[in-house]
C-alpha cells in the first residue's frame, strides 16, 4: 500500500503528510482464500513415566464385618496445544487456518476436536479441559483400611507442520490522517496477484526466500506457512485401591496393674521407766 501511495502522489495535498501520520484501512470482502490439509512431519510421542494423581481418599472399617462404601470422583485436567510459526504471514483483519489434528493423537486424546483454528501466521496456545470421573462401590473388610486414588497417564506429542495457502482477488485500501480516521482522503484498489507480482520483482515481502509464488494464469498467490506443535493431553485414567490391616487395639486396651507399695516398717515401742530417770 505505501509503494502505492508513494507512487501515487501527484498534488501538494498528496506530499503534505508524512507516512507515521496516515492510517490505511484495508478491506479483504473481495479476497478469497483456500488451504490445503495440514502435513505433520518427524512426529515423537512421548508417554510421561509419572501418573498425575487427581483424587485420593480413604475408607476405615473397624467393625467385626464387611462394609461397603461409595467412591465418587470428578476432577478436571488441562489439555495444552502449542502452536509456533516458523515462516507465514499475518493478516490486518480476522483471518484464520484450520488443522485437523493428527489421527494418532485423536486416537488417544479423548475430548480434543478433530479440527483447531489458528490465526494467520500468530503463535497460539490452546486449551482446553478435559473431566475425568469415577463411581464405584468399595468392600472394606472388617478392621481393615482402604485407600483409594484416582489417577491419570498423560502424553506429550510433538511435530512439524505445514499448510499451502492459495488467495486471489482484490484489495482496496482507504487512508486517512490519524486525526481523522473516519474521514475519507485518499481510496486505492488493485488486484492481488499484480500487487505481489510487483513485490517480487522489486525484491520484497519476502520475495528473497521464496515465500511466495504468483501463478499467472489463475492470478493466484501461493505460500506454504511451516511451524512447529507441541501438545499435552491425558489418554487414560486409573482407579488404584489397596487394602490394609489397623493397628490391633488388643494389646493397647489392655491396662497393666502396678503391685501396691509395700507396708510401713513395723516398729516395737520404747518405754523408759520412770525410775531410773
Request: hydrophobic share 30%; glycine share 6%.
Amino acid at each position: 500500500v505505501w509503494k502505492m501511495w508513494e507512487a501515487s502522489k501527484r498534488s501538494r495535498e498528496d506530499t503534505k503528510y508524512r507516512r507515521e501520520e496516515l492510517h490505511v484501512n484495508l478491506n479483504w470482502k473481495r479476497v478469497n482464500f483456500w488451504q490445503s490439509d495440514a502435513v505433520f512431519t518427524r512426529p515423537t510421542q512421548l508417554r510421561i513415566p509419572k501418573s498425575q494423581i487427581l483424587f485420593r481418599t480413604h475408607f476405615s472399617n473397624n467393625t467385626e464385618s464387611e462394609q461397603e462404601y461409595s467412591l465418587r470422583a470428578e476432577r478436571s485436567t488441562t489439555t495444552t496445544l502449542n502452536f509456533s510459526f516458523t515462516r507465514g504471514f499475518t493478516k490486518e483483519k480476522e483471518g484464520c487456518i484450520t488443522l485437523k489434528l493428527p489421527n494418532e493423537v485423536l486416537e488417544v486424546g479423548g475430548g480434543l476436536r478433530h479440527e483447531q483454528r489458528i490465526d494467520y501466521g500468530k503463535d497460539s496456545t490452546l486449551e482446553t479441559q478435559m473431566t475425568w470421573s469415577a463411581d464405584s462401590t468399595i468392600r472394606v473388610a472388617p478392621h481393615s483400611k482402604a485407600n483409594a486414588e484416582l489417577s491419570i497417564t498423560e502424553e506429550e506429542y510433538a511435530s512439524d507442520f505445514s499448510v499451502e495457502v492459495r488467495f486471489s482477488g482484490r484489495i482496496s485500501a482507504m487512508i486517512s490522517t490519524r486525526n481523522n480516521t473516519g474521514g475519507y482522503y485518499k481510496y486505492m484498489e488493485g488486484d492481488l496477484a499484480t500487487i505481489f507480482s510487483d513485490a517480487i520483482r522489486s525484491s520484497s515481502i519476502g520475495a528473497c526466500s521464496g515465500q511466495f509464488e504468483v501463478h499467472e494464469q489463475t492470478q493466484t498467490v501461493r505460500t506454504v506457512m511451516t511451524g512447529q506443535c507441541a501438545f499435552r493431553y491425558g489418554i487414560e485414567q486409573h482407579v488404584h485401591v489397596a487394602q490394609e490391616k489397623l493397628p490391633s487395639l488388643s494389646t493397647s486396651s489392655i491396662k497393666t496393674t502396678e503391685p501396691p507399695p509395700p507396708p510401713p516398717p513395723k516398729y516395737r515401742p520404747l518405754f523408759i521407766s520412770s525410775a531410773n530417770h
